[in-house]
Structure formats: structure tokens, C-alpha cells
């Protein structure tokens, strides 16, 4: 099992930027792939980015490509997301996620982060 820490978010205006840390316990962090989805009250959580064990391969929505990166250091058990330009759509709560392989389906993932909120200000 993997237990995992989100930290990081906050209010930034809009065309800011922030960066997301998911911290892991336990010596398994490498085995597996992460990823990051958000949600907005009433709604689904949605994918935003996912990066493989190896960080030889990474995935994002349609909505976040060029403007988000995820990235991992295993050495450190940490996932991040680096988040730039943001805009006020962007606002949810994110949550970073561990599975075995890089999925952008969130039922496919069995562990979760408790979920960091990002308020974009228009």
C-alpha cells in the first residue's frame, strides 16, 4: 500500500502559477504510476495528468496540454504538478492518485490523496 500527502495549492490570480507536491510512504513509491485529477462540487473528478513508474512516458487532458507538466523524483517519493497560466476553470480540488500503470480513468486507481485545493481568481 502507498499512502499519500497532497500540498501546494491555493488562491492565485488568473495567468499565475503554482506547483503541486504529492508526498508517498512507503519504499513502493517507484513501482507505481501516478496521476492527478480534480473536482469541482457537483461534478465528477476528472483527469488532468498522469506519468508512468519510470517517468519514461506522461498524459494530460485535452485542457491542461501545454500549459500543466507532472513530473516525479522517486528518490523523494514525490509527484508534482506544475501548473502555469492558470485560469479560473482550473479551480477544484486536486488529487493525486497511484495505480499500477498510468490510467486516466479514476476508478482504475486504488489509492488517493486527501486533495489540495486551487482557486483561480478572475
Known amino acids: 500500500q502507498v499512502q499519500l500527502v497532497e500540498s501546494g495549492g491555493g488562491l492565485v490570480q488568473t495567468g499565475g502559477s503554482l506547483r503541486l507536491s504529492c508526498a508517498a510512504s512507503?519504499?513502493?513509491?517507484?513501482?507505481?504510476?501516478m496521476g492527478w485529477f480534480r473536482q469541482v462540487p457537483g461534478k465528477e473528478r476528472t483527469f488532468v495528468a498522469a506519468?508512468?513508474?519510470?517517468?519514461?512516458?506522461?498524459y494530460y487532458a485535452d485542457s491542461v496540454k501545454g500549459r500543466f507538466t507532472i513530473s516525479r523524483d522517486n528518490a523523494k517519493n514525490t509527484v508534482y504538478l506544475q501548473m502555469n497560466s492558470l485560469k479560473p476553470e482550473d479551480t477544484a480540488v486536486y488529487y493525486c492518485?497511484?495505480?499500477?500503470?498510468?490510467?486516466?480513468?479514476?476508478?482504475?486507481?486504488?489509492?488517493w490523496g486527501q486533495g489540495t485545493q486551487v482557486t483561480v481568481s478572475s
Open positions: 492518485a497511484a495505480s499500477q500503470s498510468a490510467y486516466s480513468t479514476s476508478s482504475l486507481y486504488p489509492y
Open positions: 506519468i508512468t513508474s519510470s517517468s519514461t512516458r506522461t
Open positions: 512507503g519504499r513502493t513509491f517507484s513501482r507505481y504510476a
